[in-house]
């Protein structure tokens, strides 16, 4: 599905339900590739494409619940994240098995609760690589960010959080970003970061602000501006 003047496929309408799409593609679209602005759950997009399309690859501009969007590719979006899903009613997703190329902002930007974003590739993005923030104060419960892999960040961030609350961040690399490999931002409290590697990064390998009740454990930062830093207000 390519060329089209919006979105190559949305989903809207007051509910849609038990959705799949699966093996499809997506090409320069005027705005995204793969989307839904209504409440979706019960869903699986999986293995899917989206190139140069003019707002987000494949995303979630509604509400998302007990979804999984795994093992698809977003390179070169127009003016939004690769993959996107930010509304604070989000309920039980899993991002897993992704790769993200490019883009002109956030390559994978999640926030809800019971939320799981795990062994996916982020490759040069304009801004961070992967995002769990939710707009205003809201927090984000119950996240796991495990496994993935991110490389040269141009502007931003390698894992940037804010607000999360009984969290892990383990097993991730972050290699080459602009700022910070792993940032900690405001208000997380009940959780671990323990088992990544940050390296080469133009600030701190990891930074942690204002945390609470948060072990930091068996990490390896290694050739950036600075180790792992922790600060309070």
Same mark, same amino acid.
């Given at each position: 599905?390519?060329?089209?003047?919006?979105?190559?496929?949305?989903?809207?309408?007051?509910?849609?339900?038990?959705?799949?799409?699966?093996?499809?593609?997506?090409?320069?679209?005027?705005?995204?590739?793969?989307t839904s602005d209504s409440t979706i759950q019960h869903f699986s997009w999986v293995n899917n494409t989206?190139?140069?399309?003019?707002?987000?690859?494949?995303?979630?501009?509604?509400?998302?619940?007990?979804?999984?969007?795994?093992?698809?590719?977003?390179?070169?979006?127009?003016?939004?994240?690769?993959?996107?899903?930010?509304?604070?009613?989000?309920?039980?997703?899993?991002? *897993? @098995? $992704?790769?993200?190329? +490019?883009? &002109?902002? !956030? %390559? /994978?930007?999640?926030?809800?609760? =019971?939320?799981?974003?795990?062994?996916?590739?982020?490759?040069?993005?304009?801004?961070?690589?992967?995002?769990?923030?939710?707009?205003?104060?809201?927090?984000?419960?119950?996240?796991?960010?495990?496994?993935?892999?991110?490389?040269s960040p141009v502007a931003g961030v390698g894992i940037w959080c804010d607000k999360m609350t009984e969290?892990?961040? *383990? @097993? $991730?690399?972050?290699? +080459?970003? &602009?700022? !910070? %490999? /792993?940032?900690?931002?405001?208000? =997380?409290?009940?959780?671990?970061?323990?088992?990544?590697?940050?390296?080469?990064?133009?600030?701190?390998?990891?930074?942690?602000?204002?945390?609470?009740?948060?072990?930091?454990?068996?990490?390896?930062?290694?050739?950036?501006?600075?180790?792992?830093?922790?600060?309070?207000?």
């Open positions: 599905i390519h060329d089209c003047d919006q979105d190559g496929v949305r989903f809207t309408g007051a509910l849609c339900e038990h959705v799949v799409v699966s093996g499809c593609g997506f090409d320069a679209n005027g705005t995204a590739g793969l989206a190139r140069d399309n003019g707002t987000h690859g494949i995303g979630l501009i509604g509400i998302g619940k007990h979804g999984t969007i795994s093992g698809n590719v977003s390179e070169g979006s127009g003016i939004a994240d690769n993959f996107t899903g930010y509304n604070a009613s989000n309920d039980h997703l899993t991002v *897993t @098995g $992704n790769v993200s190329r +490019g883009g &002109a902002n !956030h %390559g /994978i930007h999640f926030g809800g609760s =019971n939320l799981v974003i795990a062994d996916n590739v982020v490759d040069v993005p304009a801004q961070s690589g992967i995002v769990v923030r939710i707009d205003g104060s809201t927090a984000v419960v119950n996240v796991v960010v495990s496994g993935n892999v991110i490389d969290f892990s961040i *383990t @097993g $991730n690399t972050v290699v +080459g970003s &602009a700022s !910070h %490999g /792993i940032w900690l931002a405001e208000n =997380n409290t009940d959780g671990t970061v323990s088992g990544n590697t940050c390296k080469g990064n133009a600030a701190n390998g990891i930074r942690l602000e204002d945390t609470d009740r948060v072990a930091v454990t068996g990490n390896n930062a290694r050739s950036n501006a600075g180790g792992i830093v922790i600060r309070h207000p």
